[in-house]
Nanobody
């Protein structure tokens, strides 16, 4: 069984910073792309940032220049450094990963979500 566990959410004032972490555990052979998504009530989940196994990154236009995604392959962990936070960044943030698990089966795995609240 494979799972993703997120941490680092919380309450921050506008202009502040937070760092989210997401660690994968279980029967893992390898991890392909990893990413962060976010969702607010009544809206679809949207991609915030993604990083390939080789380190290539892409970002939503709304976070470019403010957020940085990175990963530590030795720790099966992905990070999201969020700077210059705005109230509109308030959302539940979800970690996502494409994992090759036991028996070389491909699994798309989601974390449980972590709430980020940015006050004005």
């Amino acid at each position: 069984q494979v799972q993703l566990v997120e941490s680092g959410g919380g309450l921050v004032q506008a202009g502040g910073s937070l760092r989210l972490s997401c660690a994968a555990s279980g029967s893992i052979f390898s991890i392909n792309a990893m990413g962060w998504y976010r969702q607010t009530p009544g809206k679809q989940r949207e991609l915030v940032a993604a990083i390939s196994s080789g380190g290539s990154t892409n970002y939503a236009d709304s976070v470019k220049g403010r957020f940085t995604i990175s990963r530590d392959n030795a720790k099966n962990t992905v990070y999201l450094q969020m700077n210059s936070l705005k109230p509109e960044d308030t959302a539940v943030y979800y970690c996502n990963a494409g994992i090759i698990g036991q028996g070389y089966r491909y699994l798309e795995v989601w974390g449980q979500g972590t709430l980020v609240t940015v006050s004005s």
